[in-house]
């Protein structure tokens, strides 16, 4: 069962892949960051289980269930619920985690567009408006190669460039500190909530995936203990479709 159930797990972490990384074009952005899309891979993962561990436990290895008899199995998942509430605890774990992690590297990719956005008006502001940062900037960064001390990677005195940099973005970081100040200790609060190695607030995404496997051995646990009340369930399910084999 292992190797038939291969192709459904390599789906499932495609789709957590998928999830988490950030795309800019339309698109990804509607199929992919919806929050219900990892909810929806997680239950579509146990619906193709399902048919998998209905065979495995018939024991007829030389035959396969016809597509539409599997479509029929795949059906009755909510109503007869072979895994138990594993797959929708597993789909809002995920779910939460994984858009926490979502949201952080969103946020280090703002923060990094804010920096390189304010780094261009400042030097653009500088260059144009105020001639003597300009000139300080200049010998800051220039002087050290000019005399031939590059080689050495030479960098400037630590308190010249405090002095330059304090001239030349005095008046920006006193609007800037507050916001930036928030935005930072946002990042670390959700940061310090997703280290927390009990997962207590549903947003470690690495407690999660490493707990992946045992919650889909716990749902296959759960199917075989209940798997003769769940063939008597799918049978009432199919009425009076029977069972066709392919060879």
Same mark, same amino acid.
């Not at 065979?55 to 269930?65: G, M, R, T």
């Not at 030479?154 to 330059?164: I, M, Q, R, T």
């Not at 470690?204 to 490493?210: A, G």
């Given at each position: 069962m292992a190797v038939l159930s291969k192709g459904p797990i390599e789906d499932l972490y495609r789709h957590i892949r998928n999830y988490i990384q950030l795309?800019?074009? !339309?698109? +990804? &952005?509607?199929?992919?960051s919806n929050p219900e899309y990892i909810a929806n891979s997680?239950?579509?993962?146990?619906?193709?289980?399902?048919?998998?561990?209905?065979?495995?436990?018939?024991?007829?290895?030389?035959?396969?269930?016809?597509q539409s008899y599997k479509e029929c199995l795949k059906k009755s998942m909510d109503?007869?619920?072979?895994?138990?509430?594993?797959?929708k605890q597993v789909a809002?774990?995920? !779910?939460? +985690? &994984?858009?926490?992690?979502?949201?952080?590297?969103?946020?280090f990719r703002i923060g990094t567009e804010v920096l390189n956005t304010t780094d261009s008006i400042l030097m653009d502001e500088n260059t144009?408006?105020?001639t003597q940062c300009h000139d300080a900037l200049l010998r800051m960064t220039y002087c050290p190669k000019c005399q031939g001390l590059w080689k050495k990677e030479?960098?400037?005195?630590?308190?010249?460039?405090?002095?330059?940099l304090r001239g030349c973005l005095t008046k920006y970081v006193a609007e800037?500190?507050?916001?930036?100040?928030?935005?930072?200790?946002?990042?670390e609060s959700l940061l310090n909530a997703m280290k927390k190695p009990d997962n207590e607030a549903g947003v470690?995404?690495?407690?999660?995936?490493?707990h992946l496997e045992n919650d889909i051995s716990t749902a296959i646990m759960t199917y075989m203990a209940a798997s003769k009340n769940i063939d008597s369930k799918v049978s009432v399910f199919l009425l009076e479709i029977t069972t066709s084999w392919t060879y």
């Open positions: 795309n800019t074009t !339309s698109d +990804s &952005l509607q199929s992919h997680v239950m579509s993962f146990f619906m193709e289980l399902f048919p998998l561990a209905y065979h495995h436990l018939a024991q007829i290895a030389d035959k396969d269930f016809t109503t007869i619920s072979p895994f138990g509430d594993t797959p809002k774990a995920l !779910s939460k +985690s &994984l858009e926490a992690t979502r949201m952080l590297l969103e946020a144009k408006g105020n030479a960098k400037p005195c630590s308190g010249y460039c405090l002095n330059v800037l500190d507050l916001p930036w100040n928030g935005y930072v200790e946002g990042i470690n995404v690495d407690f999660v995936i490493k």
